[in-house]
């Protein structure tokens, strides 16, 4: 059989999520994986509970590797794929889940279509268990270009992907950046001209921590989104004015989200204005169905 490597940095994470997400690639209707455990903490009481945790499921299909120091989620991931010996690599964060079918369904679909790279639905929920936002990705059927779409509304999240072996390491692995990672990975998958295929299933449950449900807060997201912006502006001779006039108005709404959890009024009124100019219709619909974003 096919094996799937499934890697997962941990740092810091609570034992019962850990457990949680361990026993849900345990779970799986398919049974031929491994999974790359990188154990990216400095701290021993730390990295003792990961063993614990490990030790506990007792599967030799569990491979635990520990980090001389902090790498950060990026380059923990590498590490992991570095070590890992499937022809398949998928991910998956120390706090989120797989839903049993995840890794059957979309290695099918990869093998069918004769998949580079692939990319599943997302539901994300907060510490209540409550589903907060859905995450979807129906229009990657309408024949649109991938890095049209991908600039636009994000193919992503990590746990959502799934690569070939071979084509991950000629993309070069994830970028050695932490806030964005997935995005510029989905960008380079798509710049080296793979083949992107879609399975329109939602078989991952992420989770939001802290209040709310937005896009993301603090000062080094506000950084990370301001850089990423940059690079999406040297694609813009390529977009119709109506793209880069939603990329622009996603980008003022990232930045409008951050701003209202720092409690900084007046950047977020600035943000508010320069999100609703630059796209009104989009903005609206985005008030109304926020969930669906």
């Known amino acids: 059989m096919t094996l799937v490597s499934v890697i997962m940095p941990t740092y810091k994470g609570k034992k019962e999520n850990l457990e949680r997400s361990i026993q849900s690639v345990i779970s799986q209707t398919y049974q031929c994986w491994e999974l790359i455990i990188i154990d990216d903490n400095q701290e021993e009481k730390y990295s003792k509970l990961v063993r614990k945790v490990i030790e506990k499921f007792n599967d030799p299909r569990i491979v635990y590797i520990k980090n001389i120091k902090n790498l950060g989620s990026a380059k923990a991931r590498n590490e992991g794929i570095k070590k890992s010996k499937g022809q398949f690599i998928t991910f998956l964060d120390d706090d989120d889940e797989y839903l049993p079918l995840k890794i059957e369904s979309q290695l099918k679909l990869m093998e069918k279509e004769g998949g580079d790279f692939s990319l599943t639905d997302l539901n994300l929920f907060n510490d209540n268990g409550k ?5 979807r990705h129906s229009y990657l059927k309408n024949g649109d270009k991938p890095l049209v779409l991908h600039l636009k509304y994000h193919l992503t999240g990590t746990d959502t992907f799934m690569f070939r072996r ?18 510029y990975l989905m960008l380079k998958a798509i710049q080296n ?3 992107l295929v879609y399975e329109p299933i939602c078989c991952v449950k992420a989770y939001v921590h802290g209040k709310g449900i937005g896009l993301t807060a603090g000062d080094n997201k506000i950084k990370g989104e301001k850089q990423l912006y940059a690079v999406k502006r040297k694609f813009f001779s390529q977009l119709s004015k109506e793209d880069i006039s939603y990329i622009k108005m996603r980008h003022y709404l990232v930045l409008l989200s951050c701003e209202l959890k720092n409690r900084k009024i007046g950047n977020s009124l600035y943000y508010f204005l320069m999100a609703f100019s630059s796209n009104p219709k989009n903005f609206l619909k985005f008030c109304i169905n926020r969930k669906e974003y």
């Open 131 to 135: 589903l907060v936002r859905k995450r």
């Open 166 to 183: 071979e084509y991950l390491f000629k993309i070069g692995l994830f970028d050695s950046i932490d806030i964005g990672d997935e995005f």
């Open 193 to 195: 001209k793979g083949k």
